[in-house]
T-cell receptor, first 114, second 111 residues
Framework: GAGVSQSPSNKVTEKGKDVELRCDPI?????LYWYRQRLGQGLEFLIY????????KSGLPSDRFSAERTGESVSTLTIQRTQQEDSAVYLC????????????FGQGTRLTVV | GQQLNQSPQSMFIQEGEDVSMNCTSS?????WLWYKQDPGEGPVLLIA?????ELTSNGRLTAQFGITRKDSFLNISASIPSDVGIYFC???????????FGQGTELSVKP
């Protein structure tokens, strides 16, 4: 498809398990973002991949969170040893780098830790 | 760190009324974006602004990039029930880097 695709759309996991969330950006978009949105809250920045430059990981809340991206393709966000406070919608967005940086979002992955 | 202050936090208006919301920053921004989020969906881009003083319209929506480059507003004219949702501003500083989001404005429209 032409938009940002995220999978799974919903994930229920037991506390302590690891989860992987996937994001397929728009083709050609060199920038990719992950955000977390708790129920009724705003968008909390997690990590930003900016082409060949080092990613901005300043928003990752703990060392249980990590993300990878190979080239300009798919990104995975991994949460290890999940906790109940990790329950949220995880949103991915992609954009071009440079002058015009309109970011387009996927539908998100709703993570529930039980 | 960098922050965007978005106001108001929520609005309750009558159908047909005009709406205005704004964002301010302590930093100079090169880009201002306005998004709308419906329940259970990802944010959808409404308007993008790239030049100080720029005024851009998209149907009943109008947004402006402040002259100081530290603020932006979004106006919605003649509101309708489907305007209900949460509106977010986002910006990128002149140092580049990540998009920073405001806290959101929740809009309710009474028919």
């Amino acid at each position: 498809g032409a938009g940002v695709s995220q999978s799974p759309s919903n994930k229920v996991t037991e506390k302590g398990k690891d989860v992987e969330l996937r994001c397929d950006p728009i083709s050609g978009h060199t920038a990719l973002y992950w955000y977390r949105q708790r129920l009724g809250q705003g968008l909390e920045f997690l990590i930003y991949f900016q082409g060949n430059s080092a990613p901005d990981k300043s928003g990752l809340p703990s060392d249980r969170f990590s993300a990878e991206r190979t080239g300009e393709s798919v990104s995975t966000l991994t949460i290890q040893r999940t906790q109940q406070e990790d329950s949220a919608v995880y949103l991915c967005a992609s954009s071009l780098l440079g002058e015009y940086t309109e970011a387009f979002f996927g539908q998100g992955t709703r993570l529930t830790v039980v | 760190g960098q922050q965007l202050n978005q106001s108001p936090q929520s609005m309750f208006i009558q159908e047909g009324e005009d709406v205005s919301m704004n964002c301010t920053s302590s930093s100079i921004f090169n880009t201002w974006l306005w998004y709308k989020q419906d329940p259970g969906e990802g944010p959808v881009l409404l308007i993008a602004l790239y030049k100080a003083g720029e005024l851009t319209s998209n149907g009943r929506l109008t947004a402006q990039f402040g002259i100081t480059r530290k603020d932006s507003f979004l106006n919605i004219s003649a509101s309708i029930p489907s305007d209900v949702g949460i509106y977010f501003c986002a910006g990128q500083t002149n140092q580049g880097g990540k998009l920073i989001f405001g806290q959101g404005t929740e809009l309710s429209v009474k028919p």
